[in-house]
């Protein structure tokens, strides 16, 4: 059933297929405007509250309530593929982004004959397929380890035997946080592992004896000037992120390659808006890209309190055709993530960690059900040095369970 929640929403007085005018999309946004993003979730709950607090109002099309709609002033939940839904939507907004890139492209080539979408339909096709991903960003002269496009059992055999183990398998499109990939080993039977994925579709990658994984979260407005996060430091848990911080330890040479690689993908790609670049640092100091999201992203958090403006507020400056804002950084800063797992013995402590630990920030999701793995939430910590920060970030979240 569709639900719309808008408020005294004008009919729709173009159609979706009509050509806008280019006067449509001149000129910056200002606040008072309506900006439209689509999805539901955390993403969407924190670029609402920076649009907010900037004085624009949020409109959130999403598929079922989410966090995001907590902080909206307008709420359609419908399916992203009803268009007719969507018309009114579309008509009573000055710009719309996304906060997931699992979404239908033929929602925003509708759109995007009304209003501006940032950052861009082919950087979001691009990123919804690993296949094109890493094609796209090989042509580009960027990085990145050896891949094998699979199609069926004998392409991975093949890619097996050209890329030899251990290595990777992921389905081409969907898959998160460590779900749609198998690692296959030499004695993995290629057959079970092709089932088991169950996909027509997939990329086989070389493991990559990676000695840091680092991110750098990018913000470019439709002036072309381009600022960069990082690079930040992260280690993960289960495949999911676990900690962030910055700035990190390592040589000038690796943050230059680093923040260039995120910087020619901006520029390569034409894209507006914010996006993150997740990076493997190898032993030798090469940088490879490994994936993009064309986004804020989960390692761009602590950009909320650790620079002078947040992943969130360059979301909205790029989609409102406004400039970047300064991404330099305030102090050095760690995140940790708060996943469902720490619900399990009750309510974390809040009272012992906002006593024990009055400078630590936390930002809960608004989310309902705690399950194992769901990220619920984070921490945030400014101090001294990143090392610190991290430690107390660390001893933070333990008091939340101890």
Not at 241 to 256: A, K
Not at 371 to 383: A, D, S
Request: glycine residues 10%.
């Amino acid at each position: 059933m569709t639900v719309d929640r808008t408020l005294e929403l004008s009919e729709l007085s173009v159609e979706c297929d009509a050509q806008p005018s280019p006067e449509c999309f001149a000129g910056a946004i200002l606040p008072g405007a309506t900006l439209g993003v689509v999805g539901g979730g955390q993403l969407g709950r924190m670029f609402a509250l920076a649009a907010r607090r900037m004085g624009y109002r949020v409109a959130v099309w999403c598929d079922e309530l989410g966090p995001a709609t907590e902080c909206a002033d307008h709420v359609l939940v419908a399916d992203y593929q009803d268009l007719d839904a969507g018309r009114k939507f579309f008509s009573n907004i000055s710009a719309i982004t996304f906060e997931t890139e699992k979404l239908p492209v033929s929602l925003f080539q509708a759109a995007a004959k009304l209003v501006p979408v940032r950052p861009g339909i082919p950087f979001l096709e691009m990123s919804q397929n690993r296949i094109r991903e890493k094609t796209g960003l090989q042509q580009a002269g960027l990085p990145v380890g050896p891949f094998h496009v699979v199609r069926s059992l004998a392409d991975l055999e093949a890619g097996i035997a050209r890329l030899g183990t251990p290595a990777i398998l992921k389905t081409a499109s969907g898959g998160y946080d460590g779900k749609g990939q198998i690692r296959i080993e030499a004695n993995s039977d290629l057959g079970d592992v092709w089932t088991a994925l169950g996909t027509n579709e997939a990329i086989l990658e070389a493991f990559v004896p990676f000695v840091d994984e680092i991110s750098v979260v990018a913000a470019r407005d439709a002036s072309g000037t381009c600022v960069t996060y990082g690079p930040i430091h992260n280690t993960h848990s289960q495949h999911i992120l676990d900690v962030s911080y910055c700035p990190v330890e390592l040589p000038e040479v690796v943050q230059s390659r680093a923040i260039g690689a995120a910087t020619k993908i901006a520029e390569t790609f034409a894209v507006v808006g914010v996006f993150c670049v997740e990076l493997f640092v190898l032993a030798d100091g090469q940088v490879w890209v490994n994936e993009i999201a064309p986004r804020p992203h989960n390692s761009g958090h602590l950009t909320i309190e650790g620079h002078v403006t947040s992943q969130f507020e360059q979301q909205v400056r790029c989609l409102c055709g406004l400039p970047v804002g300064s991404a330099a950084l305030v102090r050095p800063v760690a995140m940790a993530n708060l996943l469902g797992d720490r619900w399990e013995l009750g309510q974390p402590d809040w009272e012992r960690l906002a006593g024990e630990f009055p400078d630590v920030q936390w930002h809960l999701y608004g989310k309902t059900e705690a399950r194992r793995g769901r990220k619920m939430g984070h921490l945030t910590v400014t101090e001294d040095a990143a090392n610190a920060a991290v430690i107390k970030v660390l001893a933070a979240r333990t008091a939340l369970t101890r």
